[in-house]
């Protein structure tokens, strides 16, 4: 199985700061790597596919880049309504694998 | 607007049987792979497993977790994907989601989930 390891687990951070999560790979993916937003009570939204394509209807200071086993979701300008926890999702082989999620909350 | 609404969740019994449905509507449902996944309480989210679509001959794949206990099936005249849940213990308690995939990408749309626990 591809293990996703996802850091950090958790981060406090102030509106209008730029955050960063990142997702390792246990083994080469390509670019089989989707971003998702989850908040309380609420099913995963995806913000990003294909390690670095916006969703449609996603804010753009949301982006994504990587490629192989290196994956980072960027927000550039943290709002109030992206307080959230964010996972990581491979899509390259079977099983599908998530990362651990990164909840960001408010400093 | 594409929509993916799950039902039949519940209370079961360690070692019962449940199962979940997810109606599709906004999309051509036949094209697409579908995908349940879970979410334990305050955990993470698990993929529990895959049936592809008619072109590819509704073949499934399991999470290993699940495999030889649960069953993926669509029905496309109806819409309808379904998740068959035998020998449950009370690990698969979880929210339970349904989404839609296109060939070669990740989910794209979530169902808004539906509750199962397994007690005695």
């Known amino acids: 199985d591809i293990q996703m390891t996802q850091s950090p687990s958790s981060l406090s951070a102030s509106v209008g700061d730029r955050v960063t999560i990142t997702c390792r790979a246990s083994?080469?993916?390509?670019?089989?790597l989707g971003w998702y937003q989850q908040k309380p009570g609420k099913a995963p939204e995806r913000l990003i596919y294909?390690?670095?394509s916006l969703q449609s209807g996603v804010p753009s200071r949301f982006s994504g880049s990587g490629s192989g086993t290196e994956f980072t979701l960027t927000i550039s300008s943290l709002q109030p309504e992206d307080f959230a926890t964010y996972y990581c999702?491979?899509?390259?082989?079977?099983?599908?694998?998530f990362g651990q999620g990164t909840k960001v909350e408010i400093k | 607007e594409v929509q993916l609404v799950e039902s039949g969740g519940g209370l079961a019994q360690p070692g019962g049987s449940l199962r979940l449905s997810c109606a599709a509507s906004?999309?051509?449902?036949?094209?697409?792979?579908m995908d349940w996944f879970r979410q334990a309480p305050g955990k993470g989210l698990e993929w529990v497993g895959r049936?592809?679509?008619?072109?590819?001959?509704?073949?499934?794949e399991y999470a290993a977790s699940v495999k030889g206990r649960f069953t993926i099936s669509r029905d496309d005249s109806k819409n309808s994907l379904y998740l068959q849940m035998n020998f449950l213990k009370t690990e698969d308690t979880a929210v339970y989601y349904c989404?839609?995939?296109?060939?070669?990408?990740?989910?794209?749309?979530w169902g808004q989930g539906t509750l199962v626990t397994v007690s005695s």
């Open positions: 989404a839609r995939c296109r060939q070669g990408s990740s989910p794209d749309y």
């Open positions: 906004g999309f051509t449902f036949s094209d697409l792979y």
């Open positions: 049936v592809r679509n008619k072109a590819n001959r509704y073949t499934t």
């Open positions: 083994q080469g993916i390509r670019n089989d």
């Open positions: 294909a390690a670095s």
């Open positions: 999702l491979q899509h390259n082989s079977y099983p599908r694998t």
